[in-house]
């Protein structure tokens, strides 16, 4: 299916979407006179997904689950976070402490491992959650009052990370894909940055210019360690932010595990010539297509994780990096087909496993999705990634 294909297949925006898309777009327009007719994609992305109360993240709409634009892993399955909670469970045995999640959806996740927690009879002190979303913090709230005192009582919303480094486990899943991030395309040798403009006719456009030094040195840097050179043409992306949000998550964690879990690949398959198209991906309504810059304000817009660019941002920041895996692998090692075999019934049996091969499948969610662990002042191996290592490939 081409992006043409996908985008005519898109439901048709509802009378209140098409409103707040008129005042998104404008205020798109306005920062690119603003910037001399050209908005870098990055700076796009900030206004379009997070500009208070015109972004995508903090304008009031439903985006996760079935009634929303995409599905996470904690929404598909419980299983998911009952996997995730064992491997907190070991750290937290060790070093005590805390739970932070850093943008918990609908709550799912965060529901899923107090409850796991509390069976293993090793909750933290503290279950925090840092959501830069007003409505998906209020989900999250409404979620995690129907949890028992005991649980829901551990459970705080912060407005920063804390001032104070944490013992035990920081979560992101499904975080370090939203951040902003650059485009560029490769022209006649040339390193061009793709961003966004305003054509004779009003409507918003993809735009190249030459690239500014600093991204052009990150380019050839990635360039230089490929085998192959890329094609003309080729385009892709290059997330800055990664490793200053890196070295935040460090200076958040005392001692314990980080544990990053999002769609990705090692920087030599990110970028490897074949996938001239680059990873740039954008859900509405259950809907994929490539168009950024369709619907602005209204849908979600992503990239693919560079994890090689995440493990050295890690060891910059003084972590270490004690695990990179598969979705599937982590959540076999922690005990999937266990949960799904204690099932008490056979049509709950089937359900679960049902659920657990969208989360296994590598033409589904088991292989596209990764999982990184970053530790500091811990040592023991680590459960979840007791069956595959793809360090070697980072």
């Known amino acids: 299916m081409t992006s043409a294909d996908a985008v005519s297949n898109l439901p048709p925006l509802q009378a209140d979407e098409a409103q707040?898309?008129?005042?998104?777009s404008q205020a798109v327009r306005d920062a690119i006179a603003t910037h001399n007719g050209w908005l870098a994609f990055d700076d796009y992305l900030r206004l379009v997904l997070y500009a208070p109360g015109l972004g995508y993240y903090s304008a009031g709409s439903a985006k996760i689950g079935s009634g929303g634009d995409f599905?996470?892993?904690?929404?598909l399955s419980g299983l998911f976070g009952r996997c995730v909670a064992r491997q907190c469970a070991q750290v937290l045995q060790h070093t005590g402490g805390d739970v932070l999640e850093l943008g918990a959806g609908t709550g799912a996740l965060a529901a899923s491992v107090l409850t796991t927690l509390h069976e293993l009879a090793l909750l933290p002190g503290h279950y925090y959650i840092l959501e830069v979303s007003a409505d998906l913090r209020q989900r999250q709230q409404q979620r995690l009052a129907l949890l028992p005192?005991?649980?829901?009582?551990?459970?705080q919303w912060l407005d920063a990370l804390?001032?104070?480094p944490i013992a035990g486990v920081i979560l992101a899943n499904e975080v370090a894909d939203a951040l902003p991030f650059k485009r560029f395309v490769i022209a006649a040798g040339a390193v061009l940055e793709r961003g966004v403009a305003v054509s004779a006719q009003g409507a918003l456009v993809d735009a190249d210019r030459p690239a500014e030094a600093s991204l052009r040195a990150q380019v050839a840097q990635i360039a230089a360690s490929l085998a192959q050179?890329?094609?003309s043409d080729y385009q892709?992306?290059?997330?800055p932010m990664l490793q200053p949000w890196i070295a935040t998550l460090g200076a958040a964690l005392g001692r314990g595990a980080a544990l990053l879990i999002d769609y990705g690949l090692s920087q030599r398959e990110y970028y490897h010539p074949q996938r001239s198209g680059g990873t740039l991906r954008c859900h509405f309504r259950q809907h994929a297509h490539e168009r950024a810059l369709l619907y602005p304000g209204l849908q979600d817009i992503s990239?693919?994780?560079?994890?090689?660019?995440?493990?050295?941002?890690?060891?910059?920041a003084t972590l270490e990096v004690a695990g990179y895996c598969t979705q599937a692998a982590f959540l076999l090692a922690t005990g999937i087909e266990a949960d799904v075999a204690a099932s008490d019934t056979t049509l709950q049996r089937a359900q679960l496993a049902s659920e657990a091969r969208l989360l296994l499948l590598p033409d589904a969610m088991g292989e596209t999705f990764k999982v990184m662990a970053l530790t500091r002042g811990f040592d023991a191996p680590l459960r979840g990634f007791a069956h595959q290592d793809l360090r070697g490939s980072l």
Do not use: K, M, N
Request: glycine fraction near 2%.
């Open 71 to 75: 599905v996470t892993a904690p929404e």
């Open 162 to 164: 804390p001032a104070a």
């Open 236 to 239: 892709s992306e290059l997330c």
């Open 20 to 24: 707040h898309g008129v005042l998104v």
């Open 229 to 231: 050179p890329w094609p």
């Open 149 to 155: 005192a005991a649980l829901r009582e551990r459970v």
């Open 303 to 316: 990239a693919w994780v560079d994890f090689t660019r995440v493990a050295e941002a890690a060891i910059d």
